[in-house]
């Protein structure tokens, strides 16, 4: 294959958590402006399925679905219906996530139980989930959206350990389940956003944006359109020999 034939995702099928607006949205508009067609699934259907609509312009075909991904059975509806309706599944984006401002010493349980419940185990049901339509096809690439924010400490300006905590798991379980999948042609990989303005960075940025970026080495924020290439490459045959990596966006934080 030739480098544009390695990239091409044209015909796959990919299943994009929390894909209705944010970072989700750009990098699922990212895979189907390769070719992929896109199932995208949150809590809120409405911002969904007016993606759906969108990314339908771009010639791929579409499916909008609610889901919360703390329960399986959610979960299994949408990979049912991506079944029903594709007949294939090739690529699962692990992208929806909460957090919770507290500091540590105050934090409540209510709110690490929250993240944790949809940061992290609502990783391993769906990629569970999901996986079990990829042994079957014998293909089929995972990538979980990690953050700097799992690898690094941060002083001051990011009270959200139950965050950084989901993420550091959800790195080891990358790694951990790339190893164990390997054997099914499943590759599984994870991208580390760094700071990207977001409805749940905001107020963060608005706040400690100054300090944050004090701490990377570009001096600016990302934008969302900066994730296109680092999930198309994770999701296509380019990266057919990746598996188990941490891929940071971070604009050199994780460098220094």
């Not at 894909?19 to 896109?38: P, W």
């Not at 199932?39 to 579409?62: F, H, M, P, W, Y």
């Not at 499916?63 to 309706?85: G, P």
């Amino acid at each position: 294959m030739n480098v544009r034939e390695m990239f091409d995702l044209n015909g796959k099928v990919a299943i994009v958590t929390g894909g209705g607006r944010g970072i989700g949205l750009k990098m699922a508009e990212g895979l189907a402006e390769l070719g992929a067609n896109i199932v995208l699934c949150s809590r809120k259907i409405e911002n969904c399925e007016k993606a759906a609509q969108d990314l339908a312009k771009l010639g791929v075909k579409t499916l909008a679905m609610a889901c919360d991904v703390k329960f399986s059975a959610s979960i299994q509806s949408v990979v049912d219906k991506t079944l029903e309706k594709f007949g294939r599944l090739d690529i699962l984006v692990n992208n929806s996530g909460v957090t919770w401002g507290e500091t540590p010493e105050e934090h409540s349980l209510e709110g690490w139980e929250k993240v944790i419940d949809t940061n992290l185990t609502g990783v391993f049901l769906f990629s569970q989930i999901a996986g079990r339509a990829m042994i079957r096809q014998k293909r089929g690439t995972i990538i979980n959206i990690a953050s700097v924010m799992g690898v690094i400490g941060i002083q001051e300006g990011a009270d959200a350990i139950a965050y950084s905590a989901s993420k550091g798991a959800l790195i080891t379980f990358t790694k951990d389940l790339a190893a164990k999948w390997v054997k099914y042609n499943i590759r599984v990989n994870a991208i580390a956003p760094g700071w990207f303005p977001t409805d749940m960075t905001h107020w963060v940025l608005d706040h400690h944006g100054k300090k944050i970026l004090s701490l990377v080495p570009m001096g600016r924020f990302g934008e969302p359109e900066e994730l296109k290439g680092a999930v198309v490459y994770l999701a296509s045959d380019a990266s057919s020999y990746v598996t188990g990596i941490v891929l940071p966006v971070d604009g050199g934080q994780l460098a220094v």
